[in-house]
């Protein structure tokens, strides 16, 4: 495979612009990792309240409703966890200054993550027009599950515009091999959908 | 042949699943002395993600997730 090296800016002197990208980097680190708390307090807030219901009812699945398809989900979670895998990889490339397979994981991570949408919507229109259930129709377990799912599923599509995003400006020169925060950010928050999803997979189809 | 499509997925999730958690333990490996915010976040991180692989793989294995039909 060919190898490009990574486009450079003026990451080599110590300018005004680099100098204000090192003082702001922490902060801006900072910065996306409260963001990211602030996902995960949201996240925990909607569990606990799925956790407390479902105990608080008699037994689980509620009657009429069929346990969800683990060996479609496993398949699909394997999807997810493995675009984390190729992200990883695509921001040591980054940093190793090798754009080529820089893009080739980055690449497979957009394709893996819309891979999994693509999984969700197939589980999705099976539990609609197969199983009828619903999101309004169904009681705490459809309500919670749509609820859930779907608010992992719009972090996960707001995940793929943003690498989308990521990719188109690594291609156009925005970073650079000493100035890529951007791509730091977007693999923490791809990571975080992935780890969100660990939980979910747990909580709605296995126990 | 006719291959039931859900052996297929398990199949499949026990391979990926595999995979998947060798190469972020490969991952976790390699980045374990880096030092930064944003590294031990990513070490974190890619702990669970090996968690989760190895969940879907024993999903796919169906030692989890494993539950009676209903009658």
Redesign the interface.
């Known amino acids: 495979m060919a190898v490009a090296s990574l486009p450079h800016g003026s990451s080599a002197g110590h300018d005004g612009v680099d100098q204000l990208y090192a003082d702001t980097r922490?902060l801006r680190?900072?910065g996306m990792?409260l963001f990211l708390v602030s996902d995960c307090i949201l996240f925990s807030s909607f569990i606990f309240a799925y956790l407390y219901m479902r105990n608080s009812g008699q037994g689980w699945p509620p009657a009429g409703i069929?346990?969800l398809d683990?060996?479609?989900?496993?398949?699909n979670?394997?999807?997810l966890?493995?675009s984390?895998?190729t992200m990883?990889?695509a921001l040591?490339n980054w940093k190793h200054n090798n754009f080529g397979r820089y893009a080739l994981f980055m690449l497979a991570t957009i394709v893996l993550g819309i891979g999994f949408l693509s999984g969700q919507a197939y589980e999705y229109t099976n539990l609609i027009f197969k199983e009828h259930v619903t999101w309004a129709g169904s009681g705490i377990f459809g309500a919670s599950f749509f609820t859930l799912t779907g608010m992992h599923g719009f972090h996960v599509s707001v995940g793929v515009l943003y690498l989308i995003i990521l990719f188109l400006q690594s291609v156009h020169g925005v970073y650079t091999k000493d100035k890529y925060f951007g791509l730091?950010a977007g693999?923490?928050y791809w990571?975080?959908v992935?780890?969100i999803?660990?939980v979910l997979?747990?909580i709605f189809?296995?126990? | 042949m006719h291959i039931d499509p859900?052996v297929l997925?398990?199949t499949?999730?026990i391979i990926?699943?595999i995979?998947?958690a060798i190469?972020?333990a490969k991952?976790l490996k390699d980045d374990w002395n880096t030092p930064g915010?944003?590294n031990q976040?990513?070490k974190l991180?890619?702990g669970?993600?090996f968690?989760?692989?190895i969940?879907?793989?024993l999903?796919?294995a169906n030692v989890?997730?494993?539950?009676p039909k209903?009658a």
């Open positions: 922490a680190l900072q990792l069929s346990r683990v060996a479609f989900a496993s398949v979670s394997v999807v966890f493995g984390g895998a990883h990889y040591e730091t693999t923490l990571h975080f992935d780890v999803w660990v997979f747990s189809y296995l126990i | 859900a997925e398990r499949i999730a990926g699943g995979i998947v190469v972020s991952a915010l944003d976040v990513f991180m890619l669970l993600l968690i989760g692989a969940v879907a793989a999903a796919g989890l997730g494993n539950f209903a």
